[in-house]
Structure formats: structure tokens, C-alpha cells
T-cell receptor, first 110, second 116 residues
Framework: QKEVEQNSGPLSVPEGAIASLNCTYS??????FFWYRQYSGKSPELIMF????GDKEDGRFTAQLNKASQYVSLLIRDSQPSDSATYLC??????????FGPGTRLSVLP | NAGVTQTPKFRILKIGQSMTLQCAQD?????MYWYRQDPGMGLKLIYY???????DKGEVPNGYNVSRSTTEDFPLRLELAAPSQTSVYFC???????????????FGPGTRLTVL
């Protein structure tokens, strides 16, 4: 059973701080990794994807991937109250389906 | 483009009733998926399709059926509804790109189903 785990929440950070969201996965053959944001009562929307080891930055978001440690993270700099949502990590291996983690709920306090 | 659309948005069923959740996409995506999301949980794959006429089971297929007669549509059928099927159902689609990597999945707005 392929598994994706995320740090248990809820995670609370003050406005302007850095929020760090973590994800580990069991399938060593996984090749692509996605971070989705899901507001309450809404559908998931893609924030970032990463395929290669290292960092990938997009605005205030940075995804970090370490395949040797089977670990992917999402950093949100200068957190805003509008970032308050559940963040889902999804992992994909070629020829197989996406596996989603349970999500981490982030609350950014004004 | 409307993206991925789902109907209905909400539905209440009685135990033993049946219904079809509709999903359509206008992005010409080959891949389509049905997920369920229980409160506070991640997404569980019910069924998926890699193209018209091709479907396969995901992680939690029991109690559901699908068909894919066109690229655009991927309905999910619930037979003999049970309280355990109370959940939010999301349809998604993606376009395969390249030999190794899949594109992102685009999600519909979801259907909130309650079985009483």
C-alpha cells in the first residue's frame, strides 16, 4: 500500500511568518510531486509541482524535494490570512495513479 | 473553457436508492478520475479512465460503477446507496504530457452527497 503522510495539523503561524508543510512518501519510485491548496468547502487547486531534487520557487512558495529521504516540503513565506487552508501533498509514479496525503490545515493568524 | 463541471452540487439519498453523479470536461483531457473525500481526510481514488472506453478501479471502487463513452464525460453511478457513501465526490481530469510525467489534475467543484 503506497502511502503519503503529512505533518498533522492544524498548523498555526502569525501573519508574515514562514509556514513549513512537510510530506513523506513510501513509494521510492515516485517521480512527480504536487502541492494542492483546498479552501474549506472548495475543490483542490494546484500550487506547485516538482520533479527534480532541490528547491523550486514560485513567488512566496518554495517546494523542496529530497528523493533519497523520500521527503517533499512546501514553504510559504510572508504568510497571509488568505493562505489559511488545507494543503494536500500528492505523489505520482509513472504508469500509476496519484496518491494524496491526508492534508495539513494551516491557519495564519492576523 | 468551463473546465471540469459536476452535477448535482448537493444530494440527499435514502439507503438503497441509486443515482448518477455527472462529470464533464471541455479541455480534451485523456485522463479522468473520481475521488471521494471524507471529512478531515485526503482524497481516495474510486475509479479512473485513461480514455474513452477504458476504465479501471482505484483504491475504493466497491459500491460504484463508471463508464466513459466519450472523451468529455465520465459519470459515476452509485447503486444501493449506503450511509458509508456519505462524502464529497470530486471529479478530476489531466492531460498526459511526455513519456514520464503527468500534468496536474484539474478538479471539479464537487458533489456533496448524504445518505440517510
Amino acid at each position: 500500500q503506497k502511502e503519503v503522510e503529512q505533518n498533522s495539523g492544524p498548523l498555526s503561524v502569525p501573519e508574515g511568518a514562514i509556514a513549513s508543510l512537510n510530506c513523506t512518501y513510501s513509494d521510492r519510485g515516485s517521480q512527480s510531486f504536487f502541492w494542492y491548496r483546498q479552501y474549506s468547502g472548495k475543490s483542490p487547486e494546484l500550487i506547485m509541482f516538482i520533479y527534480s531534487n532541490g528547491d523550486k520557487e514560485d513567488g512566496r512558495f518554495t517546494a523542496q524535494l529530497n528523493k533519497a529521504s523520500q521527503y517533499v516540503s512546501l514553504l510559504i513565506r510572508d504568510s497571509q490570512p488568505s493562505d489559511s487552508a488545507t494543503y494536500l501533498c500528492a505523489v505520482h509514479n509513472y504508469g500509476q495513479n496519484f496518491v494524496f496525503g491526508p492534508g495539513t490545515r494551516l491557519s495564519v493568524l492576523p | 473553457n468551463a473546465g471540469v463541471t459536476q452535477t448535482p452540487k448537493f444530494r440527499i439519498l435514502k439507503i438503497g436508492q441509486s443515482m448518477t453523479l455527472q462529470c464533464a470536461q471541455d479541455m480534451n483531457h485523456n485522463y479522468m478520475y473520481w475521488y471521494r473525500q471524507d471529512p478531515g481526510m485526503g482524497l481516495k481514488l474510486i475509479y479512473y479512465s485513461v480514455g474513452a472506453g477504458i476504465t479501471d478501479k482505484g483504491e475504493v471502487p466497491n459500491g460504484y460503477n463508471v463508464s466513459r463513452s466519450t472523451t468529455e464525460d465520465f459519470p459515476l453511478r452509485l447503486e444501493l446507496a449506503a450511509p458509508s457513501q456519505t462524502s464529497v465526490y470530486f471529479c478530476a481530469s489531466s492531460r498526459r504530457q511526455g513519456a514520464l510525467f503527468y500534468n496536474e489534475q484539474f478538479f471539479g467543484p464537487g458533489t456533496r452527497l448524504t445518505v440517510l
